[in-house]
């Protein structure tokens, strides 16, 4: 019986490192292009968002959230902030073309939140 057990633990503990991410920052990556890349700074925003994507096509990147959106807020790598977009809704599309080449924040301010959702958007 005590065989069976350590085996049975030997075998979940080899499947969970096996079926593990190698790289922990994947779960917070929203969107991952080679024209550009938004993530979270924490997981448990996941649940603030519907979907997230680039569209090539558009050139653009789409946001869709749970609540609606009232301004997505534009940083800089310095922390200034460059923008501030009103929205009013739970979808919008914001153009590539707003940015140039580096790392920005985005910081999404949402109806009935009391706190601002950031993110972080490289483009390449």
Not at 12 to 34: G, M, W
Not at 66 to 71: A, E, N
Request: hydrophobic share 45%.
């Amino acid at each position: 019986m005590k065989v069976l057990i350590l085996n049975t633990v030997l075998f979940l503990s080899a499947l969970s490192t096996v079926s593990a991410s190698s790289d922990p920052l994947d779960a917070l990556k929203l969107i991952s292009s080679a024209k550009v890349v938004v993530s979270l700074n924490d997981v448990g925003q996941l649940d603030m968002f519907k979907e997230a994507s680039f569209i090539q096509q558009a050139n653009a990147i789409k946001f869709e959230t749970k609540s609606k959106m009232k301004f997505i807020q534009v940083f800089d790598s310095s922390g200034t902030m460059i923008y501030q977009l009103p929205v009013r809704s739970t979808k919008v599309r914001v153009s590539k073309s707003l940015f140039s080449k580096g790392d920005y924040k985005l910081g999404f301010v949402l109806e009935n939140e009391n706190d601002i959702l950031f993110t972080n958007l490289t483009v390449n």
